[in-house]
């Protein structure tokens, strides 16, 4: 998929969240040891391969995993040179039926990362963090013309799929950040 996007001209390609797995989160007692990974690690060591033949900038995310029960939900950036970049790690953690991530996740209170790139200036933000507004404007503040907001959500366990508006499967999107 990621070099089939490069072949199709893609200079940004971001995977969706937690990419290699199901949503697991959904679950109250899953396994995370079974999802996770170091950073660097496999992935990356994967993705590093990849982007040396696409010369995109490649994002992925992935369950980092710091200490025996420590975790975080992580995005990954892989620059135009080849180059790892600074981990952005998700801040705003939900808790809601089908969104156990407090069970999972470890918050942190660490600022948000963006990347300049010749083709554009950009930040890679994770799911719930699309609804709290500051996440987005520090990094418009800081230069971003666009943010990626990736998730992968749980639309499949959801009832009522026309209340569940705006769930996705493995949906990654970008907002471009305008000036006034």
Not at 34 to 52: C, D, H, M, N, W
Not at 75 to 88: C, F, H, Q, S
Not at 154 to 169: F, I, Y
Request: charged letters at 25%.
């Amino acid at each position: 998929m990621v070099e089939q996007a490069a072949k199709k001209g893609a200079q940004i390609i971001c995977l969706q969240e937690l990419y290699r797995t199901v949503y697991f989160p959904q679950y109250k007692d899953a396994n995370r040891d079974a999802y996770a990974e170091t950073i660097p690690g496999k992935s990356t060591e994967v993705f590093l391969r990849l982007q040396r033949n696409i010369k995109s900038s490649l994002s992925y995310l992935s369950l980092k995993k710091i200490s025996e029960g420590q975790f975080h939900n992580s995005a990954v950036v892989i620059n135009v040179d080849g180059k790892l970049l600074p981990t952005y790690r998700k801040v705003h953690i939900p808790q809601d039926p089908l969104f156990y991530e407090k069970n999972y996740l470890k918050r942190v209170r660490e600022g948000t990362k963006y990347t300049r790139q010749p083709m554009a200036t950009f930040a890679v933000l994770i799911c719930y963090d699309q609804w709290f507004p500051e996440a987005a404007r520090a990094v418009k503040l800081a230069g971003a013309e666009l943010v990626f907001y990736r998730q992968l959500s749980v639309l499949s366990r959801v009832k009522n799929k026309k209340k569940a508006t705006g769930m996705m499967l493995g949906d990654s999107h970008a907002r471009t950040c305008h000036s006034k």
